[in-house]
């Protein structure tokens, strides 16, 4: 039934419509994706924890002991729920993020392929939103690393506009992707993947104006963007600490059944918690929909090698090969070696010890490599079947079915992560949501939280981490949502 509305809505369509279609389908996407999440309650679900209202505490601003890992994000979070209620503002944010994903990825795909029609930018956008990175760290509760990885495309097309100004140093030409780094920067890691495409690409040859200009601007961007936690890791003395090197090894890729870990990688999966996985990553059926995912991408690598002139698009396959390489070389033997020497030696080294979450940089290419195949599978079903359709049409066609194939690649994606988000959403019994509560003196508790969630038992579990981060937990009258 999906796929007769998509063709229809790539083959006959106004020149307005085209433009408003890539927003609308990833944000109809988003809405798929979150489900039950966007009814009341709020989100428990291993580190997603929501709460009422969060306070401006030590931990809230990294000026305690442990490493910043969640500035700005939880200062934010302090603030705006000063003035809105604390499970809105996750629910909208983590909306914003995946929304702004695939409509990212189908602008950048018309910046670099502006051959290409409505129907490949659509399945760009499906490519970059709709894969097993953004399952499994859904249902770890990264959401605000997701934010981060929402700024990838946003990156690429902010690159491309400096690359592209005379002037790297005027408002006009630094405003992009000094936006694109601050929302990245929600925590560190965004930060780090946001500024690390950026320079990457603003490193190259070619442009209208210097290098070192470019990434001079670049460098005082990030450093302001990523200033809240550089700050707080300069004023703690916490980053000149080294980390338990028993992490490394505990947060090194997995690999999945029957892939084993570089191809757990290559198919945007591998996530150090075998947990927070949606189910058919744990089977068999995650070799075939990892086949699936890298078929759909590897139909666009001929297309992109003969565009192999453009630097930015050698770039992002360059980026997207060590972002799948370097997490496997970590998770072997000498690589976890390594990584142990430089969690006790290296301060702030342990911000890299979770590997597979820089995975993420592989997926702008994968979506520009899934547009760029569109086109070449048209091209194949006109010689094999003769279709009389347009080399348009057949296009859109061709991504109607790469869209389809990436949606059912990964089925347990859809609302809610096949539910496990509606049974981590808590409601107070008797009203939309729980009352707001002060700074706890004690470890508050709460009596609806399920196996999975931020707790260990669905009758008396205990919050420290909500309590430590955000300074409120929900109390003890409520019940999973429905």
């Known amino acids: ?71 700005p994000q939880d200062a934010l979070i302090a603030a705006l729920t000063s003035v809105v209620d604390g499970g809105l503002v996750v629910k909208a944010i983590l909306l914003s993020a995946l929304w702004l994903a695939g409509w990212g990825a189908a602008r950048m795909v018309a910046a670099l392929l502006p051959t290409t029609g409505l129907g490949p930018q659509l399945l760009a956008s499906t490519v970059l939103l709709w894969n097993p990175y ?10 605000s690393l997701l934010t981060g990885y929402a700024a990838l495309p946003w990156t690429v097309l902010a690159a491309l506009r400096l690359r592209r100004s005379p002037a790297p140093w005027s408002p006009r030409s630094w405003c992009p ?19 690390a495409l950026a320079a990457v690409l603003l490193a190259l040859p070619g442009g209208a104006g210097a290098r070192w200009s470019r990434l001079a601007v670049t460098a005082a961007l990030a450093v302001a963007a990523s200033a809240p936690w550089l700050i707080a890791t300069a004023l703690s003395g916490a980053g000149a600490q080294g980390s338990d090197p028993a992490g490394v090894a505990a947060f090194a890729a997995r690999a999945e059944p029957g892939l084993g870990t570089l191809g757990s990688l290559a198919g945007l999966g591998g996530i150090w918690n075998s947990t927070a996985v949606p189910a058919t990553r744990t089977g068999i059926f995650a070799l075939v929909g990892t086949a699936v995912l890298l078929a759909v991408v590897a139909c666009g690598l001929p ?11 050698a770039a992002l396959a360059v980026v997207a090969a060590g972002a799948v390489l370097l997490p496997a070389l970590a998770a072997t033997g000498w690589g976890l070696t390594a990584g142990e020497w430089a969690a006790t030696r290296v301060p702030g080294a342990g911000l890299l010890r979770d590997a597979q979450k820089w995975v993420a940089l592989a997926a702008p290419f994968y979506a520009l490599a899934a547009a ?74 709460s009596r609806c939280c399920p196996p999975g969630c931020s707790g260990s038992s669905p009758t008396a579990a205990t919050h420290p981490s909500s309590t430590r981060r955000h300074g409120c937990c929900p109390r003890t009258s409520c019940r999973p949502a429905s």
């Not at 006959?12 to 389908?25: E, F, I, M, Q, S």
């Not at 953004?134 to 959401?143: C, D, F, I, S, Y």
């Not at 992109?304 to 698009?313: F, S």
């Not at 006109?382 to 690649?409: E, K, W, Y």
């Open 134 to 143: 953004v399952a499994e760290r859904l249902l770890q509760g990264h959401w």
């Open 303 to 313: 297309a992109l090698w003969r565009r192999r002139g453009n630097p930015v698009i």
């Open 1 to 71: 039934m999906i796929a007769p509305v998509i063709v229809g809505t790539m083959i006959a369509r106004p020149a307005g419509l085209t433009r408003a279609v890539p927003a609308l389908y990833s944000l109809a996407l988003a809405a798929l994706v979150l489900g039950p999440l966007l009814g009341p309650g709020y989100l428990l679900l291993r580190d997603a924890v929501s709460t009422p209202r969060s306070y401006l505490t030590d931990s809230a601003l990294g000026l305690t002991d442990a490493a910043a890992r969640a500035v």
């Open 177 to 195: 992707l000094g936006l694109t780094l601050a929302a990245a920067g929600l925590t560190p890691t965004g930060a780090l993947l946001a500024t």
């Open 372 to 445: 760029a195949g569109a086109g070449a599978l048209a091209r194949l079903g006109g010689r094999v079947f003769g279709t009389a359709t347009t080399g348009r049409n057949r296009t859109g066609v061709a991504a109607a079915v790469g869209i389809v194939a990436v949606l059912i690649a990964l089925p347990d994606l859809a609302w809610g992560w096949a539910g496990r988000c509606a049974r981590c959403t808590i409601r107070r019994r008797g009203s939309a949501s729980p009352r707001s509560c002060g700074p706890p003196t004690r470890t508050a508790t």
